[in-house]
């Protein structure tokens, strides 16, 4: 049985077929999602070389969902190798 069957999660929530899927919620302030792209011109790198360019070397996406007073919800995703 699939990995993710046994978590008791949804069939390809936690797992694809050719990759790992792995998303991270949470229920704070969120924030205004240009301020990546803004923060990345500044040269300020954090989001984008700690998680988006690690994923990256690695092959994968990162997908950030925030906005102001909703929280934030950012989405791994790794092929197998």
Same mark, same amino acid.
């Given at each position: 049985m699939?990995? +993710?069957?046994?978590?008791?999660?949804?069939?390809? #929530?936690l797992g694809d077929r050719d990759g $790992? #899927? $792995?998303t $991270?919620? +949470?229920? &704070?302030t969120g924030f205004d999602p240009g301020r990546l792209d803004?923060?990345? #011109?500044? &040269?300020?790198? &954090?989001v984008?070389?700690?998680?988006?360019?690690?994923i990256s070397d690695l092959g994968g996406d990162t997908t $950030?969902?925030?906005r102001p007073g +909703? &929280?934030?919800?950012?989405?791994f995703w790794l092929?197998?190798?």
């Open positions: 699939p990995a +993710d069957r046994l978590a008791g999660a949804p069939p390809g #929530r $790992v #899927r $792995v $991270v919620r +949470d229920n &704070g803004e923060a990345a #011109r500044e &040269g300020r790198l &954090g984008a070389q700690s998680m988006r360019g690690r $950030v969902h925030s +909703d &929280g934030t919800e950012i989405e092929p197998r190798r």
